[in-house]
T-cell receptor
Framework: AQTVTQSQPEMSVQEAETVTLSCTYD???????LFWYKQPPSRQMILVIR??????QNATENRFSVNFQKAAKSFSLKISDSQLGDAAMYFC????????????FGKGTRLHILP | NAGVTQTPKFQVLKTGQSMTLQCAQD?????MSWYRQDPGMGLRLIHY???????DQGEVPNGYNVSRSTTEDFPLRLLSAAPSQTSVYFC????????????????FGNGTRLTVT
């Protein structure tokens, strides 16, 4: 069975600095997708960035980028120029595309932004 | 466009009572799923469906039933509520990734806070 591990329950970063959130996953599948979601205090789930396993190029979305290391099964999220609005819970997610299409999440990392 | 509609937003049950959480989407998504969110546990997959008439168990299926009679609806049933089922529940949908190279993200409902006393 696939698993997703986020080893940092909480992190803090100074406003305008850069922070990296880690995510590792375990799978025997060759075809899958990866996501980062953000959950602010409103409880709404917001897509931050997504990556296809068959693409070697790392995805970027404005201040958000990923470091996708397929062999190491690692999918870290880098937030540049951190802003107060980035304070939230961040979840890494894995989607199977080989067999059953299911999507599982890690336990999350709570990110604090220090003014 | 309503997206994913989840009802109710809040619910209090007594142990042993039954209820159904409703979820509907209007985006013609094949994939629908239910998650529960508990502090320190992230989102855990309860059940999911890749199309009408097809359902499968996720990571924590015990105590919950689902059915998918239409593409739009995916209700979650608690047959005999237990305090351990106190949680926030999210319904989510997307296009299927099977046989597709399109990385469709999940669209989430606003969640249901359920308390079982």
């Amino acid at each position: 069975a696939q698993t997703v591990t986020q080893s940092q329950p909480e992190m803090s970063v100074q406003e305008a600095e850069t922070v990296t959130l880690s995510c590792t996953y375990d799978t025997s599948e060759s075809d899958y997708y990866l996501f980062w979601y953000k959950q602010p205090p409103s409880r709404q789930m917001i897509l931050v960035i997504r990556q296809e396993a068959y693409k070697q190029q790392n995805a970027t979305e404005n201040r958000f980028s990923v470091n996708f290391q397929k062999a190491a099964k690692s999918f870290s999220l880098k937030i540049s120029d951190s802003q107060l609005g980035d304070a939230a819970m961040y979840f890494c997610a894995y989607r199977s595309a080989d067999r059953d299409d299911k999507i599982i999440f890690g336990k999350g990392t709570r990110l604090h932004i220090l003014p | 466009n309503a997206g994913v509609t989840q009802t109710p937003k809040f619910q209090v049950l007594k142990t042993g009572q039954s209820m159904t959480l409703q979820c509907a989407q209007d985006m013609n998504h094949e994939y629908m799923s239910w998650y529960r969110q508990d502090p320190g546990m992230g989102l855990r997959l309860i059940h999911y469906s890749v199309g009408a008439g097809i359902t499968d168990q996720g990571e924590v299926p015990n105590g919950y039933n689902v059915s998918r009679s239409t593409t739009e609806d995916f209700p979650l049933r608690l047959l005999s509520a237990a305090p351990s089922q106190t949680s926030v529940y999210f319904c989510a949908s997307s296009y299927s990734a099977l046989g597709s190279s399109y990385n469709s993200p999940l669209h989430f409902g606003n969640g249901t806070r359920l308390t079982v006393t």
